[in-house]
């Protein structure tokens, strides 16, 4: 298992995430809209979010003009500040691999996790028998180094396998076609949601008074 981790991880560092190669010039669309006096016959089909970022509505749902690549970007795609690029169904960028998780290897990603944890679990298996023929947690068992040792291994096993079970929400999104990334935007918007009702909320008190 513990080979079949490593070549996961080495896969996942070494294929395209889902690259969406960037444009050296900007959309000449672009410039129109940022030009006010510009004549474009369909203005009023485009409009900006709330980051102060052009959009327009296609048969696949809303695309974004990313100022960065140049590019209109399709829905559920984003771009990654620490690589510079921007990604087919991003889903995060992780630091432990070292890449971007999107449209092309999240199942490998979600692979490493699950194969990892099962690794972990089994490696924590392994020196808790060993404890266990040692004689712990009996006091004649302290008096080894080696007690001492597969204590310490145990927890750090132990505590990987819950961390990884990561793994498994991951599983879950992939099933509902969804990813990390919508849910943490639909966390931010439900927030800024219950922001804007509760100046309002403040406001009329105030009013009231």
């Given at each position: 298992?513990?080979?079949?981790?490593?070549?996961?991880?080495?896969?996942?560092?070494?294929?395209?995430?889902?690259?969406?190669?960037?444009?050296?010039?900007?959309?000449?669309?672009?410039?129109?809209?940022?030009?006010?006096?510009?004549q474009l016959p369909d203005r009023l089909a485009y409009e900006k979010d709330y980051k102060g970022q052009w959009m327009h509505r296609t048969s696949r749902g809303y695309e974004k003009y990313c100022s960065s690549c140049n590019i209109w970007r399709p829905p559920r795609a984003h771009h990654c500040s620490v690589c510079g690029y921007c990604m087919e169904r991003f889903d995060h960028h992780c630091d432990v691999v070292g890449t971007c998780i999107a449209q092309k290897n999240h199942r490998f990603f979600v692979a490493f996790l699950v194969v990892g944890q099962l690794a972990c679990a089994t490696a924590a298996a392994g020196t808790s028998w060993r404890l266990h023929r040692e004689g712990f947690p009996l006091h004649i068992s302290w008096h080894r180094v080696e007690t001492y040792l597969l204590v310490l291994f145990d927890i750090f096993y132990c505590a990987t396998v819950l961390m990884l079970f990561f793994g498994w929400f991951q599983c879950c999104w992939i099933f509902c076609g969804k990813t990390h990334c919508q849910f943490s935007l639909l966390a931010s918007w439900c927030r800024v949601v219950s922001e804007h009702m509760e100046r309002i909320v403040c406001s009329r008190c105030v009013l009231q008074m």
């Open positions: 298992m513990l080979v079949l981790t490593l070549s996961l991880q080495w896969l996942l560092n070494q294929m395209d995430p889902g690259v969406i190669p960037p444009r050296p010039y900007k959309d000449p669309i672009i410039e129109a809209l940022d030009d006010t006096g510009a």
